[in-house]
């Protein structure tokens, strides 16, 4: 079964520093890995995603993010933080789908604060 | 503009009673799925469906019920049977092969009053 875990349920960092959020995945097959952005009570949006190929994956507003097969991580940075970057984050797996039993599993979410 | 549209946006529910969310979605996709979201416990995959008239269930389907007649519909119904129902509920779609990425309803809030 796929799994993901994310470290921290909440990380707090000054405008202008670094952000790191941290995800961990299990998963038996080739991995697809995904992050999203919620901001209050509204959808979730799609950050970037990875399925093959480069390991980096950069997307949208900034961030990017680092698929390492050795160390089932694929955590989520940007190099200088934005107000307008507090929201909750969550990482996700989805499997190869190659079958019908396709699905998206959710980690449990990392809220992110930026402090002036 | 393509998109998915859920409704209501805020439902207020009596115990006993059984309450149905719609999600819509003119993406032509063919997967479509229903999360729970309560703080701190992330979201929680209820049903999900990949083809039209087929649908299986997630981690925490019991109290809960799911049709896919249309392509387009995937409503959620909760029924009394859930014990806890009040929570803010997505429904998402995306296209089948699991690489491809979901796209989230703006979600509804049940409150069971």
């Known amino acids: 079964a796929q799994s993901v875990t994310q470290l921290g349920s909440h990380v707090s960092v000054s405008e202008g520093a670094l952000v790191l959020l941290r995800c961990n995945y299990s998963?038996?097959?080739?991995?697809?890995l995904f992050w999203y952005v919620q901001y209050p009570n509204q959808g979730l949006q799609l950050l970037l995603k990875y399925t093959t190929g480069a390991t980096l994956v950069k997307g949208i507003n900034g961030f990017e993010a680092e698929f390492k097969k050795s160390e089932t991580s694929f955590h989520l940075t940007k190099p200088s933080a934005h107000m307008s970057d507090a929201a909750e984050y969550f990482c996700a797996v989805s499997n190869t789908g190659y079958s019908s039993a396709s699905k998206i599993i959710f980690g449990s979410g990392t809220r992110l604060s930026i402090r002036p | 503009d393509g998109g998915i549209t859920q409704s209501p946006k805020y439902l207020f529910r009596k115990e006993g009673q059984n309450v149905t969310l719609s999600c819509e979605q003119n993406?032509?996709?063919?997967?479509m799925y229903w999360y729970r979201q309560d703080p701190g416990q992330g979201l929680r995959l209820i049903y999900y469906s990949q083809i039209v008239n087929d649908f299986q269930k997630g981690d925490i389907a019991e109290g809960y019920s799911v049709s896919r007649e249309k392509k387009e519909s995937f409503p959620l119904t909760v029924t009394s049977a859930q014990k806890n129902p009040t929570a803010f509920y997505l429904c998402?779609?995306?296209?089948?092969?699991?690489?491809?990425?979901?796209?989230f309803g703006q979600g509804t809030r049940l409150t069971v009053v």
């Open positions: 998402a779609s995306s296209q089948t092969g699991g690489d491809t990425e979901a796209f």
């Open positions: 998963s038996s097959v080739p991995p697809y």
């Open positions: 993406l032509n996709h063919d997967a």
